[in-house]
């Protein structure tokens, strides 16, 4: 489900190098979700969702230092639109994919998948496009610390 293409790539490699990771634990969650052989699998579905909640933090942390540091003008909305996303996934009804488990963590899943892949493309990507006119312009400023 979760497949990584050369277009989400930034460029950046330490940004890249997350989004890859969200990925894999994306899969991972996929995978427990439509295991067959389960019936009951719910602490550890609880357990992926929270690599996820934790990873998608630290990421996005990361995503935001690197994008304050380099002074992307974008960096303001961005931080709202992660915002945004952490306060969904830490608000997942957990008595909901208790009830349901394999419908209720794909669905959870096309949410995430959908959320990452049009937040790369459509917002993150204007980071690599900011940081290439820095290297044009001969230009990569840093924020004095």
Same mark, same amino acid.
């Given at each position: +489900?979760? /497949?990584?293409? @050369?277009?989400?790539?930034?460029?950046? #490699?330490?940004?890249?190098? $997350?989004?890859?990771? &969200?990925? =894999?634990?994306?899969?991972?969650?996929? !995978?427990?979700?439509? *295991?067959? *052989?389960?019936?009951?699998?719910?602490?550890?579905? %609880?357990?992926?969702? /929270?690599? %996820?909640?934790?990873?998608?933090?630290?990421?996005?942390? @990361? =995503? !935001?230092?690197? +994008?304050? +540091?380099?002074?992307?003008?974008?960096?303001?909305?961005?931080?709202?639109?992660?915002?945004?996303?952490?306060?969904?996934?830490? *608000?997942?009804?957990?008595? =909901?994919?208790?009830?349901?488990?394999? $419908?209720?963590?794909?669905?959870?899943?096309?949410?995430?998948?959908?959320?990452?892949?049009?937040?790369?493309?459509? +917002? @993150? &990507?204007?980071?690599?496009?900011?940081?290439?006119?820095? #290297?044009?312009?001969?230009?990569?400023?840093?924020?004095?610390?």
């Amino acid at each position: +489900m979760f /497949d990584w293409k @050369d277009e989400y790539s930034c460029g950046i #490699k330490r940004i890249d190098d $997350e989004h890859k990771k &969200l990925f =894999e634990i994306g899969n991972s969650i996929y !995978e427990l979700a439509t *295991n067959k *052989n389960r019936v009951d699998y719910f602490d550890e579905i %609880l357990n992926s969702i /929270d690599d %996820l909640k934790e990873y998608t933090v630290y990421h996005f942390e @990361d =995503e !935001e230092k690197i +994008m304050d +540091m380099y002074e992307y003008p974008g960096y303001r909305e961005q931080k709202k639109v992660h915002d945004k996303f952490i306060e969904k996934i830490q *608000n997942v009804d957990l008595e =909901e994919i208790d009830e349901n488990q394999q $419908e209720a963590v794909l669905k959870l899943l096309d949410f995430v998948y959908n959320w990452i892949t049009n937040h790369i493309i459509g +917002m @993150d &990507l204007k980071i690599k496009d900011y940081f290439e006119s820095l #290297k044009l312009n001969g230009t990569v400023k840093k924020k004095e610390r």
